[in-house]
């Protein structure tokens, strides 16, 4: 499983940003996709998950009401609306692929992970 995150950059706050997650690979869409961030001096913090069969979707406290999460079969690829951004929501953003709805917000559960996109929120 190969996964290609893009759609980062530089925004203000309350502005609105989507980041997509492409992946390719034979099992890919068996598996959950995740969303994590990681901000600098901080450790690697869950944002969201779906399953990409049943389009579950769950999220941390911290984006709940501002992102959604959301797949295209056809595209092999998840999408990560972000609205109403916040200085605090500046991290590199990862996606992840491999792991179990179970363990869906838990990261070292995940197998397969891109390479990041930057979001910078800065007034």
């Known amino acids: 499983v190969q996964l290609q995150a893009s759609g980062g950059g530089l925004m203000q706050p309350g502005d609105s940003l989507r980041l997509s997650c492409k992946g390719s690979?034979?099992?890919?869409?068996?598996?959950?996709m995740g969303w994590f961030r990681q901000a600098p001096g901080k450790a690697r913090e869950f944002v969201s998950a779906?399953?990409?069969?049943?389009?579950?979707?769950t999220y941390a406290d911290s984006v709940k009401d501002r992102f959604t999460i959301s797949r295209d079969n056809n595209k092999r690829t998840v999408f990560l609306q972000m609205t109403n951004l916040k200085t605090e929501d500046t991290a590199i953003y990862y996606c992840a692929s491999g792991a179990t709805w179970s363990e869906s917000s838990n990261w070292p559960s995940y197998k397969y992970w891109g390479q990041g996109t930057q979001v910078t929120v800065s007034s």
């Open positions: 690979g034979r099992t890919f869409s068996n598996y959950v």
């Open positions: 779906i399953s990409w069969r049943l389009g579950s979707t």
